[in-house]
């Protein structure tokens, strides 16, 4: 009878979670500048942020290894200052996630910050609000949909990656090997069943989080 290892869907569940706090806590205030600047620089920076939806994963997880590798110029500082590794590790998967799964936490906030302009900032800061009052009592509540796609994608996207983690972490069971990289050794091994109830966790998973997704933003755009 089939068990399931829990391990590789813990790891993984592991990797959204701190993928998505992270890129909450730095694409908040990229999106908002992107919404507002003017520099000349800003389709470049645009072109940064969504150079993972055009490229192969797989090309993206190269580059992060070279660059996280012990003779890389980020792997080589962290090992000065550390002691240890990047590539191959839970940290090198976290920073390669963070990387790939940037558009889907940028866009989403861009967007909503767009739609909402700054006119609402400006007659709260004639209010007197300030700054922090601003952020938590006007821009949270106007962009509160943004955030909610931004989370939603962003941690979806980060349980089914493949091409990258596989470059950067391998498949070290208990480190690195997460629920997609399971899946693809199962079929590798031939090990059919394994592989369809992996599988079927994460249609299953998907789907209910499309499906929540359009039913929350739903209801708050109808507020």
Not at 28 to 53: D, F, G
Not at 97 to 117: E, T
Request: aromatic content about 12%.
């Amino acid at each position: 009878m089939f068990e399931i290892n829990w391990v590789p869907i813990w790891l993984t569940l592991q990797l959204a979670t701190i993928t998505t706090i992270i890129l909450l806590i730095v694409s908040t205030p990229l999106a908002w500048w992107l919404a507002n600047t003017k520099c000349w620089c800003k389709s470049i920076i645009e072109a940064l942020v969504s150079l993972p939806l055009v490229i192969p994963p797989t090309v993206l997880g190269f580059y992060l290894l070279v660059i996280l590798g012990s003779q890389g110029i980020v792997g080589e500082l962290w090992q000065s200052l550390t002691g240890g590794h990047l590539a191959f590790t839970f940290t090198g998967l976290v920073i390669g996630s963070v990387i790939f799964s940037l558009p889907f936490a940028v866009h989403p906030l861009q967007n909503s910050f767009n739609a909402m302009g700054i006119r609402p900032l400006e007659v709260a800061a004639t209010l007197r609000a300030s700054p922090l009052d601003r952020f938590f009592t006007v821009i949270l509540p106007l962009a509160r949909p943004g955030f909610l796609t931004a989370i939603t994608l962003t941690f979806s996207h980060t349980v089914g990656e493949f091409g990258v983690v596989l470059m950067i972490g391998g498949s070290i069971p208990a480190k690195t090997q997460v629920l997609s990289i399971a899946i693809y050794e199962h079929v590798e091994m031939a090990d059919f069943q394994s592989a369809h109830i992996l599988s079927g966790f994460m249609l299953l998973f998907s789907f209910i989080t499309l499906v929540l997704l359009y039913s929350i933003n739903k209801r708050l755009y109808q507020i």
